[in-house]
């Protein structure tokens, strides 16, 4: 039976459908036509019509008729796809302020990042990262709750911070914290009876049952791999083999897969099997000089360059990470989702044209303000000047003779380090360990726990050039470290850094030729992008001058105190072995093993 819409006061409904409006005209504020545009649940490219409304996409069709747009955007000959979600970083690693990187990344087509800030949390605590996080910014920014502050335990290195259960339930109850940050301590997850990391896990699962727990699970594979997921973990973001791809997705676990891993054979596996539910690309650790050309669309461009289809690499950097933390409302261009989204010219180069946030053209309403930062994160250093004497290498095993050294020793790719021994000679109880072209290492601790406490170490394949390199920035504690081969610029680093409050620094002979200032815990500069990027090219070209060899030679220096990443590493507290996290002395007296 037919209703009579007028006879009910429905005047001017069509009679065609009860459910249709003939005569009102809805009003958007932009209308994109004649685009290529990225469907995300077909994994394909539509020529179809979006309309955007109060931020969030509205209706999109191939014919919108009854659409009134504010301004049309007529995209012929051009692609329009979702903005990109990165689903693990750490915005202090790349060591400058949330504002800044959104400014620097949302150009690059990223508008929505989930960071973990345990670099300034392991500086300064829950309220230094909650003063961190505040700073406004242009794109969208959730976090992880920093799990391992410190990485390891007290008796392993000192930090400026701690995070515990109480600290995890305050965080849980913020809406911006979507994730626990990766779980770093191999033997606090898998160790029998109760450990801090397991109580923090529990504590997750009960307040937040479908949160994902980040992972950090380097090389792991068979039980220990099993015994990481056994515990909670949900996640990895570690340097990938095409193995351990395989048998972490095989055994439920996301994968993430930042660009030291993104070898031939790991793509390979994830278009061979698949993958693409299960794996995201993330950044990770981006350094100021790689920010000021890409980020996240450096990644995507490189994995169609080394054959997925393009589809394909958009799909697993913006609705597979947005999935994967639970981001409903974004990762995709459909009804309702947020208007965040990137035109592109040229598909296969992946060639940004512009970049959309909200509906707008990225960085139009933003307006940047003043943000002060805590008094304790301006003033973190707290360090005694060293002098040459302490840097003197000794030991009381022999007067004359020989010592078997424990050594740290570098690989050119990635963070990973070598375990091995080296016979050095001994004249009056001094170590040669520059006849050996060895570098050596110095821990301080900086946040005046013990004013005078320091470890020394000796590194091979790291500087064999005559200078030095020192850092506040050495993951994940943070402590004063500084390397090299020459003792008078070692000190003068030091002292910069304690003078300076903080930052990267790096000497030829004696003589500081590059600076990064990082006053903000240490770790965090203020600076535009430009200016930090441009002091931390100098840094690594320094480096690379010294006889430094590293696919990243920052983080490789950098990681040489984190005491989670294998395979030996060195702290204030000492030399450890990651695994174990058994101290390993410097110098000993037997016959040289292998390791």
């Known amino acids: 039976m037919e209703q009579d819409y007028e006879s009910i006061g429905f005047v001017g409904l069509a009679k065609v459908s009860p459910f249709f409006v003939g005569e009102i005209m809805t009003k958007v504020d932009l209308l994109i036509t004649n685009a290529q545009v990225f469907n995300v649940f077909l994994r394909k490219f539509v020529q179809t019509t979006v309309s955007v409304k109060d931020g969030k996409f509205y209706w999109i069709d191939q014919n919108l008729d009854g659409i009134e747009a504010e301004e049309v955007l007529d995209l012929t000959g051009k692609y329009l796809i979702p903005g990109l979600v990165d689903a693990h970083m750490h915005i202090d690693s790349s060591m400058t302020t949330p504002a800044i990187m959104g400014k620097t990344i949302g150009k690059y087509g990223t508008t929505t990042i989930i960071a973990d800030d345990h670099e300034i949390t392991n500086v300064a605590g829950i309220e230094g990262l909650k003063n961190f996080i505040d700073q406004p910014a242009p794109i969208d920014i959730f976090f992880g709750i920093p799990s391992s502050v410190p990485s390891t335990n007290d008796q392993m290195e000192t930090t400026g911070g701690k995070i515990g259960v109480p600290e995890v339930e305050e965080l849980l109850k913020d809406p911006r914290f979507i994730c626990l940050g990766e779980v770093m301590n191999f033997k606090g997850m898998t160790a029998e009876g109760p450990t801090l990391i397991k109580d923090i896990i529990a504590t997750c699962r009960k307040n937040r049952p479908t949160m994902p727990l980040e992972g950090h699970v380097p090389a792991y594979a068979g039980e220990d791999l099993a015994k990481v997921i056994f515990a909670g973990v949900t996640t990895d973001h570690t340097q990938q083999t095409a193995a351990l791809v395989d048998e972490k997705v095989r055994n439920g676990m996301f994968v993430e897969i930042q660009l030291k891993s993104m070898h031939q054979e790991v793509i390979d596996t994830i278009i061979k099997h698949q993958y693409f539910e299960h794996v995201a690309l993330v950044t990770d650790d981006s350094m100021p000089d790689v920010l000021l050309t890409s980020h996240l669309n450096n990644l995507v461009r490189k994995a169609i360059s080394m054959g997925m289809k393009p589809e394909d690499a958009i799909y697993i950097s913006t609705y597979t990470p947005a999935r994967h933390m639970g981001l409903w409302d974004r990762g995709a261009i459909a009804p309702g989702r947020i208007a965040d989204f990137v035109i592109l010219d040229n598909l296969e180069k992946f060639e940004i044209s512009d970049v959309y946030k909200n509906g707008r053209p990225f960085l139009d309403d933003y307006q940047e303000s003043k943000y002060d930062f805590l008094p304790e994160l301006r003033h973190s250093i707290n360090a005694s000047k060293l002098a040459e004497q302490d840097l003197k290498l000794t030991t009381d095993l022999v007067e004359n003779g020989t010592v078997i050294a424990n050594i740290i020793q570098l690989n050119e790719v990635g963070t990973f380090t070598n375990h091995v021994k080296k016979k050095l000679q001994v004249k009056n109880h001094q170590v040669q360990w520059q006849q050996a072209g060895l570098a050596l290492i110095m821990v301080q601790d900086r946040y005046g726990k013990n004013q005078a406490h320091f470890q020394l170490g000796l590194v091979d394949k790291a500087i064999i050039g005559d200078g030095a390199v020192g850092a506040t920035w050495a993951h994940d504690h943070h402590n004063l470290m500084v390397m090299g081969t020459n003792i008078a610029g070692m000190i003068r680093i030091q002292h910069q850094l304690i003078e300076q409050q903080g930052g990267y620094i790096a000497a030829k002979g004696e003589k500081i030729v590059a600076n990064a200032p990082l006053p903000i815990g240490g770790v965090v500069s203020d600076q535009p992008m430009d200016i930090l990027g441009e002091q931390i090219k100098q840094i690594r070209q320094t480096m690379r001058d010294l006889g430094y060899k590293n696919t990243n030679e920052i983080m490789?220096?950098?990681?040489?105190?984190?005491?989670?990443?294998?395979?030996?590493?060195?702290?204030?507290?000492?030399?450890?072995?990651?695994?174990?996290?058994?101290?390993?002395?410097?110098?000993?007296?037997?016959?040289i093993k292998k390791v």
């Open 556 to 591: 490789s220096f950098s990681t040489l105190s984190l005491l989670v990443s294998p395979n030996l590493k060195i702290s204030d507290k000492g030399l450890f072995d990651v695994k174990s996290q058994k101290k390993v002395p410097l110098f000993e007296l037997s016959s």
